[in-house]
């Protein structure tokens, strides 16, 4: 979700519950159709009794970046087992390669 889409979405709610006439509204405008200057998004909603107003979107937290990358296991180097540790490495049975010496 970004400033964009949420601007959207509300702009359609606030429509469909126009459609419903439950909130008779005149006019919708985004602030740059609106002119005004401002770093921020947003939309003006004017009202058919004459009553407006700004809704000001900010954005208060990213997205989780973790959502976008399920598969970031970690397995070893050596022979791919799954480790369960954060960071790249080899695996036990790897680290100890003496234990293989004896076969
Ligand atoms: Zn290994």
Redesign the pocket.
Known sequence: MDERKIEKLLRDLIWAESDEGETPVDNIEDFVQAGICTNNRGLIVRFQDGSEFQLTIVQSAEPDEDEDEPDDTVV?L??G?RLNQDEGG??D??FAPQNTLGR
């Open positions: 070893c050596n022979c087992t080899i695996c049975r790897c």
